[in-house]
C-alpha cells in the first residue's frame, strides 16, 4: 500500500498542469484589484472623483479603476500585445474583477462573514514563517502601508470563508464518480519506481575519512554517526529522505541511490558523491517498484480533483446569480477615455 503522503509527492507531475499565460494575465488581474484596495491615492480631480461603475449602492471611483489598471500595466505589460483594441478589453476585465470583488465583499457583509483577531494572527505568522503581527507593528518591518496590507489580508480571508461556503462547501462528490474518473484515468495514478535512503553529509574530506573508516569496519551506527557529523537539516529526522522517484533529488544523488539494490547497503565509501556543500554518504532502507496506486489511497487525491474541475461551474454560476440581482451601471465613456 502506498502513503497518501508520498502519493500526492509523486503525482503532483502527473496531475497538476502549471498555469499558461491567460493564467498569469487572470492572477495579474487580481493582484492589480489588490492593489487598488490598499490605494492610498486620493482623488484629485474631478474626473479621477466620478464613478466609473456603481454597484447597488456602492462606488468604484475612476481613481480606484486608474490606481487598479497602472499597478497591472507595470507588472504584466510584457505579456499584453500592443493592440488597442486588446487594451480596450483588458479595461473591460479588469473592471468586471474590481466589480464581482465589491459583490463578493458586499455579500460577505450580508451573511455576518468575519475574521476573529486570533485567526487573522495566526494566518499572518503562519505567511510571514513566524514573524507576528505583534513583531511587525513593534517596528521590525513597520512602514506606512502596513495597516493596508493587514485590512487586504483580513478582507481576502473573509472572502475565502464565503467561497468555502457557497461555493466549495456545496460541491458533493459521489464514490461513484470517483470511481469512474479512476478507471478513465488510471494512468495518471501510475507510480514509478521509488527508494527510500538515509542521508549524511559531511563538511570536509577529513570528516568523511573518518566517519566511513567506522561505518566500514562495522565500529560506527549509520543513525548515530548522522546525528553527530552531518550538517544537512534532514539530521534531525536520522537522515530520512523518505521514499524519492527520480528527479526528486539532484541528479548526482540519483545515479548513486537507484543503482543500490540491496536493502542496508551503504553507497561507495571509496568514491563518495562530491557537492558544494561537502560529501555524502547513503544508506538504502526500501525499495518499491513501478506501481500503480489503489483506488482506495488514490480516493483523496481524486477528490480533490473532481472538487477543483466543479468548482469553476458552481462558482461561475453561483456568481452570476449575484451580478444577475445587482443594480451594475458602467460609465463606458469614461472607462475608455478618462473623460466625459
Not at 527520480?246 to 539494490?261: A, K, N, S, T, Y
Not at 513501478?290 to 453561483?318: C, G, H, S
Request: proline letters at 3%; a neutral charge; glycine letters at 6%.
Amino acid at each position: 500500500m502506498i502513503s497518501t503522503t508520498n502519493a500526492r509527492k509523486g503525482m503532483g507531475k502527473r496531475i497538476y498542469r502549471p498555469g499558461d499565460k491567460r493564467q498569469r494575465l487572470a492572477m495579474g488581474l487580481i493582484l492589480a484589484v489588490s492593489i487598488s484596495l490598499c490605494s492610498c491615492q486620493k482623488d484629485n480631480g474631478d474626473v479621477l472623483s466620478r464613478p466609473v461603475a456603481r454597484i447597488n449602492e456602492e462606488e468604484i471611483s475612476f481613481a480606484q479603476f486608474q490606481t487598479a489598471y497602472q499597478a497591472f500595466l507595470n507588472q504584466y505589460d510584457k505579456f499584453l500585445p500592443n493592440d488597442q483594441a486588446k487594451q480596450v478589453e483588458l479595461k473591460q476585465l479588469l473592471l468586471d474583477q474590481m466589480i464581482n470583488d465589491r459583490l463578493l465583499d458586499m455579500e460577505a457583509r450580508k451573511r455576518g462573514i468575519s475574521i476573529r483577531d486570533d485567526v487573522l494572527q495566526a494566518r499572518i505568522q503562519q505567511e510571514l514563517t513566524g514573524e507576528s503581527l505583534t513583531d511587525l507593528e513593534g517596528g521590525r518591518y513597520l512602514d506606512k502601508a502596513l495597516g493596508e496590507w493587514v485590512r487586504l489580508y483580513k478582507h481576502r480571508m473573509m472572502q475565502e470563508k464565503l467561497m468555502q461556503s457557497e461555493v466549495v462547501g456545496k460541491i458533493h462528490i459521489s464514490e461513484g464518480e470517483m470511481r469512474v474518473y479512476y478507471q478513465e484515468n488510471q494512468e495518471r495514478f501510475d507510480m514509478p519506481e521509488q527508494v527510500r535512503v538515509r542521508h549524511m553529509a559531511l563538511e570536509d574530506k577529513v570528516t568523511f575519512d573518518k566517519v566511513s573508516n567506522l561505518l566500514a569496519t562495522g565500529r560506527g551506527d549509520f543513525l548515530q554517526l548522522v546525528r553527530e557529523f552531518s550538517t544537512t537539516p534532514d539530521r534531525l529526522v536520522d537522515g530520512d529522505l523518505g521514499f524519492v522517484e527520480r528527479g526528486v533529488l539532484p541528479q548526482e544523488f540519483d545515479v548513486v541511490i537507484f543503482r543500490m539494490r540491496e536493502i542496508g547497503a551503504l553507497s561507495s565509501l571509496t568514491k563518495p558523491v562530491q557537492t558544494q556543500i561537502g560529501y555524502h554518504i547513503f544508506k538504502l532502507e526500501a525499495r518499491r517498484p513501478p506501481q500503480r496506486m489503489d483506488f482506495n489511497t488514490a480516493a483523496p487525491l481524486i477528490r480533490d480533483i473532481l472538487i477543483r474541475q466543479k468548482e469553476e461551474e458552481v462558482y461561475r454560476n453561483w456568481l452570476g446569480n449575484l451580478r444577475h440581482k445587482a443594480d451594475i451601471r458602467i460609465n463606458e465613456k469614461l472607462l475608455q477615455s478618462g473623460v466625459e
